[in-house]
T-cell receptor, first 115, second 115 residues
Framework: AQSVTQLDSHVSVSEGTPVLLRCNYSSSYSPSLFWYVQHPNKGLQLLLKYTSAATLVKGINGFEAEFKKSETSFHLTKPSAHMSDAAEYFCVVSPYNTNAGKSTFGDGTTLTVKP | EAGVTQFPSHSVIEKGQTVTLRCDPISGHDNLYWYRRVMGKEIKFLLHFVKESKQDESGMPNNRFLAERTGGTYSTLKVQPAELEDSGVYFC?????????????FGEGSRLTVL
């Protein structure tokens, strides 16, 4: 069994300030973890993924996430928010040795970036 | 290279009617997935095709939903007869390989409204 909890449904930051989107997971197996972003009227796009290699994962657009097994967390961060980062973000867990499609998605976090 | 395309982008139908959603995956992607997001909640897995075969359809809600992928290219998802609770956004995704390391490429979704 597996589950994902995105701890904040909405996050609001000012442009140029750091971004933190929180994600906790549970999984009976060694998980693979992903962050996807969805801009309005667009499909979901992969930001980054953790697949049992380095625990600090760097993604596109300056985002990164750290896999912390002891805390069962995979929080997404960015040092400085840009207006174009405003979107909805999804944390996804997939158990090892299964198809990537049968993954469990979090409820999503909407990021607002204020000028 | 064209991405995953879905049609229609939005469909409004009355309860009891039939709707067919279509997904064209990225060329060469054998794996095709359908997901659904209802009322802004989590995105839930519906089913997974490998070429024209259904690999996993454990997420299909009931027998009013029928998915096909004739010839292993595009896929259709038919809802017949539609009920109010079927309203939501239906996403299609494709990937080159299955497995927990695979990246899913998503379409923009088909929004279904059942009145």
């Amino acid at each position: 069994a597996q589950s994902v909890t995105q701890l904040d449904s909405h996050v609001s930051v000012s442009e140029g300030t750091p971004v933190l989107l929180r994600c906790n997971y549970s999984s009976s197996y060694s998980p693979s973890l992903f962050w996807y972003v969805q801009h309005p009227n667009k499909g979901l796009q992969l930001l980054l993924k953790y697949t049992s290699a380095a625990t600090l994962v760097k993604g596109i657009n300056g985002f990164e996430a750290e896999f912390k097994k002891s805390e069962t967390s995979f929080h997404l961060t960015k040092p400085s928010a840009h207006m174009s980062d405003a979107a909805e973000y999804f944390c996804v867990v997939s158990p090892y040795n299964t198809n990537a499609g049968k993954s469990t998605f979090g409820d999503g976090t909407t990021l607002t970036v204020k000028p | 290279e064209a991405g995953v395309t879905q049609f229609p982008s939005h469909s409004v139908i009355e309860k009891g009617q039939t709707v067919t959603l279509r997904c064209d995956p990225i060329s060469g992607h054998d794996n095709l997935y359908w997901y659904r997001r209802v009322m802004g909640k989590e995105i839930k897995f519906l089913l997974h095709f490998v070429k024209e075969s259904k690999q996993d359809e454990s997420g299909m809600p009931n027998n009013r939903f029928l998915a096909e992928r004739t010839g292993g290219t595009y896929s259709t998802l038919k809802v017949q007869p539609a009920e109010l609770e079927d309203s939501g956004v239906y996403f299609c995704a494709s990937s080159q390989k299955p497995g927990n390391t695979g990246e899913l490429f998503f379409g923009e979704g088909s929004r279904l409204t059942v009145l």
